[in-house]
């Protein structure tokens, strides 16, 4: 049997839960409402991989790269440091650059330090502001691009997808949870674009909040199903 070989988050206590890691090179949704959890498992998810050899890039399309460096400061986790090193590129992508061809900014940035891992933070933000970017949705030849024009949030999930498994890192996308109860992302098709999803919560237990964290689907592995219970503490996000 082909073994499939697995990207650890070092996240306490998740890893066990997908069989020891992300399939490599797999796209995985992050999703959850605001404040749930979903920008501190990204960061981990790099800095532990920068710590132990795999070199990542953060796309931020919503906080500015000191923003990013403070709050993983708040954990001890010295993004500046690592990026210094070569370690971690923060890439801010700009929201007043009219046309930015961000995917040739990312795959650059992934080139530039041999990335393994990446973060994009978030798909809501570009499918909001799609009228800002490029998303190639065709290649006529190696080197002429055909960019996306219309507005299907959908359509621009798929792209996107698309665009990051070329890229051949392991992905975490994040993407904010529906408030409905049929889909699980806003878009609704994140979920079956991606070959994981995982969706982080508030709950309120009888008057005390607390979080959950709970894998929904991820290909070639046998996952935990059901809620989890998650915290954020000092160190940063764990399963309790
Ligand atoms: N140092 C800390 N210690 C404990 N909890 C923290 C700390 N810093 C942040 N948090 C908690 O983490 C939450 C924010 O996490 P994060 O920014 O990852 O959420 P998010 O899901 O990305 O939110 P958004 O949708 O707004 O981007 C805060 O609501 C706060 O409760
Ligand atoms: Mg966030």
């Given at each position: 049997m082909e073994s499939i070989e697995r990207v650890k988050t070092?996240?306490?206590?998740?890893?066990e839960l997908i069989e020891g890691g992300f399939p490599k090179g797999f796209n995985i949704l992050i999703t959850g409402g605001p404040g749930t959890g979903k920008t501190i498992f990204g960061l981990q998810y790099l800095y532990n991989g920068a710590m132990s050899g795999e070199n990542g890039v953060y796309v931020s399309l919503e906080t500015s790269v000191d923003g990013i460096k403070k709050q993983a400061m708040q954990f001890g986790w010295d993004l500046g440091k690592l990026e210094k090193e070569g370690k971690i590129i923060i890439l801010r992508i700009p929201m007043?650059?009219?046309?930015?061809?961000?995917f040739i900014s990312i795959n650059d940035a992934v080139k530039k330090i041999g990335a393994k891992r990446l973060v994009f933070d978030s798909l809501d933000s570009l499918a909001i502001n799609i009228d800002m970017f490029k998303v190639p949705?065709?290649?006529?030849?190696?080197?002429n691009r055909l960019t996306y024009t219309g507005k299907s949030r959908r359509r621009i999930t798929y792209l996107v997808m698309n665009e990051l498994s070329k890229l051949k890192t392991t992905n975490l996308v994040i993407a904010a949870a529906s408030?409905?109860?049929?889909?699980?992302?806003?878009?609704?098709?994140s979920e079956y674009a991606s070959d994981g999803v995982v969706k982080v919560s508030s709950v309120d237990l009888g008057g005390t909040p607390s979080r959950t964290l709970e894998v929904i689907k991820l290909r070639s592995s046998k996952i935990t199903p059901g809620f989890q219970k998650f915290d954020i503490r000092e160190q940063g996000a764990t399963l309790l």
């Amino acid at each position: 049997m082909e073994s499939i070989e697995r990207v650890k988050t070092g996240i306490p206590g998740f890893d066990e839960l997908i069989e020891g890691g992300f399939p490599k090179g797999f796209n995985i949704l992050i999703t959850g409402g605001p404040g749930t959890g979903k920008t501190i498992f990204g960061l981990q998810y790099l800095y532990n991989g920068a710590m132990s050899g795999e070199n990542g890039v953060y796309v931020s399309l919503e906080t500015s790269v000191d923003g990013i460096k403070k709050q993983a400061m708040q954990f001890g986790w010295d993004l500046g440091k690592l990026e210094k090193e070569g370690k971690i590129i923060i890439l801010r992508i700009p929201m007043d650059v009219i046309k930015l061809d961000l995917f040739i900014s990312i795959n650059d940035a992934v080139k530039k330090i041999g990335a393994k891992r990446l973060v994009f933070d978030s798909l809501d933000s570009l499918a909001i502001n799609i009228d800002m970017f490029k998303v190639p949705v065709a290649y006529v030849g190696s080197k002429n691009r055909l960019t996306y024009t219309g507005k299907s949030r959908r359509r621009i999930t798929y792209l996107v997808m698309n665009e990051l498994s070329k890229l051949k890192t392991t992905n975490l996308v994040i993407a904010a949870a529906s408030e409905g109860q049929t889909q699980i992302t806003v878009d609704g098709v994140s979920e079956y674009a991606s070959d994981g999803v995982v969706k982080v919560s508030s709950v309120d237990l009888g008057g005390t909040p607390s979080r959950t964290l709970e894998v929904i689907k991820l290909r070639s592995s046998k996952i935990t199903p059901g809620f989890q219970k998650f915290d954020i503490r000092e160190q940063g996000a764990t399963l309790l």
